[in-house]
């Protein structure tokens, strides 16, 4: 245990030998007051450093140990920063008290320390009734202190406190001292605030800048892929600002106009170009879709028809999409795409089955004509037997000239090629027209009309009288066991019903379905009895859809079936 | 005295279909030409001068409506009436654009044909 009263032999700090007392007191506090400063001025880290002049202090003034106390700003209390001990594992319990209390506004030596801003010396801490470890101290045999406070100007940023085995009798020179000390430490701390509050702000700086570079290097990159999609894309792009005027169109797009947009306002480049809808009628300013784009609709897509560099009529899609900023529309986006090719081909598959119809049609034709031919020659013969198969064989060519019809009804109807001739017609007459005609062919079955319309209705007359045709046709073909077919025509609020209704032999729930499915038939014992392409449904209800109604169909099997459809009175012309 | 009977040119490419309407005009009287393609119809119309000519639209090498407007512009046979046939959807309408004089949808009716070619036969030149 080294003894501040041995007489163990001291060195200043120029290794002299000092003799008495005095002059070895004063060399320590001098050696102290080095040892500080120099360890001050190393540039370690703070903690190294704190715990270093701990140390010093400690050794050059031969104390047991010692502790420093930082103000915690949450609790506004003094706790343990960092502790030193001469002989470590020593003086447990002190050891432990100290790093567990804390200290308010004058209380205890270190709190009192900082309330007086002026260090402070306890002979005996086991005998000082404000020493809060006096307990431990006695635990440990501790009776000496001293603590003195670190002060940058008149502010207290911690204390210092130190402890003895002995009993000293106050030491004011070193009170002295440490109060000095006090202040060196108190800068060092102040500055190493300071500092560590800079370098942890550089850092964050830093680190913001770095992000900042990065987004910025990011963006660069972001942008130069954008230009090249920009510039290799082969579909025409035009860029347009928030008010409809083009501010930046792609290689492609000038190629394919003949002409740079860039600059045409209002979306003149629909006008120079000559946009329109795809059967040609002009296309309505607010039908643009770089104008819907601008009204925010997200993605617009039309077909247009745009007249080329060469003057000649391009079918594209027309896409557009906005740009936004931040929630607000700043532009938009419009995408030219040529689809001419593929509607070259639909041409084609639309002339395919034009030339397949017509190929198909013209035997048919000759057939026909020689069955007729045939026919006049056995009219005036006996030969009923023949007569008769002439009549099947020439029942059997109308159905086929019929199917051929279908097929390319279908086929228009695909390729959305269906025209509609709507006009206004009383409707009431079309279906006792309709029935009168079919009646004349059928004599199993008996068709009642019933209700009746007061009003015209806009539709296509021979459309709608062909889907009559083949509900009435359906009816007596799926209830053959049955003598009656019912149509009713109701009127509603704004359209008409029309219903026509079987009592038959139904349809499944499952196949209610799938029947206005292209080519559906219903399989199984009914096959050979029902044959035919299956295209009749489906044509009707395309017919129907286009008159923005729907086929409908109940029906329960083994009862009967009704189709029905809604045409309302009037809507816009398509 | 007989008097001549009216000569019908028929022009389509279809064997069968030129067989059959030969059959039919033979039997009503008439005099058939035949052709089976319509490039090299137009100096046998010069020539032939036929009362009336039934055309189909829709032929391998030549259009139809080409050989009826090529038809109506030649001074010497602008006047003969021409019946333009067609299996197509949209033939009535181009037959009409060709500047025939009437039309026969395909498959036809022997009698409608019959009627159709006896109505511009009996023309006023008679």
């Not at chain 1, 007191?25 to 190393?42: D, E, G, H, K, P």
Request: aromatic share 6%; glycine share 8%.
């Amino acid at each position: 245990m080294r003894n501040g009263w041995s007489d163990n032999v001291i060195q200043n700090i120029y290794g002299d030998e000092i003799g008495d007392l005095a002059t070895r007191r004063l060399a320590q506090r001098l050696n102290a007051q080095y040892a500080i400063a120099n360890t001050l001025s190393q540039h370690e880290n703070h903690r190294d450093t704190l715990t270093k002049v701990l140390q010093v202090i400690g050794e050059t003034l031969e104390w047991e140990g010692g502790a420093l106390w930082l103000i915690d700003e949450n609790t506004k209390k003094l706790i343990c920063g960092q502790v030193w001990q001469a002989n470590p594992g020593k003086n447990k319990s002190f050891l432990h008290a100290t790093q567990n209390i804390s200290f308010g506004f004058g209380e205890g030596l270190p709190g009192r320390v900082w309330a007086t801003r002026r260090p402070q010396w306890v002979v005996d801490v086991t005998k000082a009734p404000f020493f809060l470890r006096a307990k431990e101290a006695v635990e440990n045999g501790l009776h000496g202190a001293f603590a003195f406070p670190l002060l940058s100007g008149r502010k207290v940023l911690g204390v210092i406190d130190f402890a003895s085995h002995e009993v000293r009798p106050p030491d004011k020179d070193l009170l002295n001292m440490v109060g000095a000390a006090g202040q060196q430490i108190g800068q060092y701390l102040a500055h190493v605030k300071t500092v560590e509050e800079q370098d942890s702000l550089l850092k964050q700086l830093k680190q913001e800048r770095h992000r900042v570079e990065q987004a910025a290097i990011e963006s660069e990159q972001r942008a130069s892929e954008l230009d090249a999609v920009f510039a290799a894309l082969g579909d025409s792009l035009v860029v347009y600002d928030a008010k409809g005027a083009a501010v930046s169109a792609n290689p492609a797009a000038i190629k394919m106009l003949g002409f740079n947009p860039v600059g045409l306002e209002n979306h003149g480049l629909a006008d120079k170009a000559s946009i329109r809808h795809r059967r040609g009628e002009k296309i309505a300013f607010a039908e643009l879709p770089s104008a819907l784009a601008l009204q925010g609709q997200k993605m617009v897509s039309k077909y247009i028809v745009i007249k080329n560099f060469a003057g000649r009529d391009v079918m594209m899609t027309c896409s557009a999409a906005p740009i936004r900023r931040r929630e607000k529309i700043v532009g938009a986006v419009m995408l030219l795409h040529d689809v001419s090719e593929s509607w070259s081909v639909e041409k084609q598959k639309d002339d395919f089955v034009a030339i397949a119809s017509h190929e198909l049609r013209t035997p048919i034709s000759t057939v026909k004509a020689f069955t007729q031919i045939l026919e006049r020659h056995l009219s005036r013969s006996a030969d009923e037997a023949s007569k008769k198969y002439i009549g099947k064989i020439g029942t059997q060519l109308d159905r086929l000239a019929a199917l051929v019809d279908e097929l390319l009804e279908v086929s228009r109807i695909g390729t959305g090629k269906l025209e509609l001739n709507k006009e206004m017609f009383d409707l009431e007459d079309l279906v006792r027209e309709t029935v009168e005609d079919f009646q004349r062919t059928v004599d199993t079955h008996t068709v009642i009309v019933k209700g009746g319309l007061q009003r015209e209705i806009f539709a296509d007359r021979d459309r709608i009288g062909q889907v009559l045709l083949n509900l009435l046709s359906n009816a007596v073909k799926y209830s053959p066991e049955a003598e009656k077919v019912v149509v009713s025509v109701k009127e509603g609020v704004g359209n008409v019903t029309v219903e026509v209704k079987d009592f038959g032999i139904g349809i499944s729930r499952k196949n209610q379905a799938k029947i206005f499915d292209r080519f559906f038939r219903v399989s199984g014992k009914t096959n050979g009895r029902f044959p035919g392409l299956g295209l009749g449904l489906h044509i009707s209800s395309e017919i129907i859809k286009r008159h923005e109604g729907e086929l409908r169909v109940k029906s329960t099997p083994g009862k009967g079936t009704t189709f029905s459809f809604s045409l309302p009175f009037k809507y816009d012309a398509k | 005295m007989m008097q001549n009977k009216k000569k019908i040119l028929v022009v389509d490419d279809d064997a069968g279909i030129l067989e059959v309407i030969k059959i039919v005009l033979v039997e009503k009287n008439f005099e058939v030409l035949t052709a089976s393609e319509g490039l090299g119809v137009i100096p046998g119309i010069e020539k032939n001068l036929p009362d009336v000519i039934l055309i189909d639209l829709w032929m391998s090498g030549m259009d139809g409506d080409e050989v009826i407007k090529k038809i109506k512009c030649q001074k010497k046979m602008s006047d003969i009436p021409v019946i333009a046939m067609s299996a197509l959807e949209n033939g009535e309408k181009r037959a009409e654009e060709a500047g025939a004089d009437d039309f026969l949808a395909k498959p036809f009716d022997i009698d409608e044909l019959a009627s159709l070619v006896e109505k511009y036969a009996t023309g006023p030149l008679v």
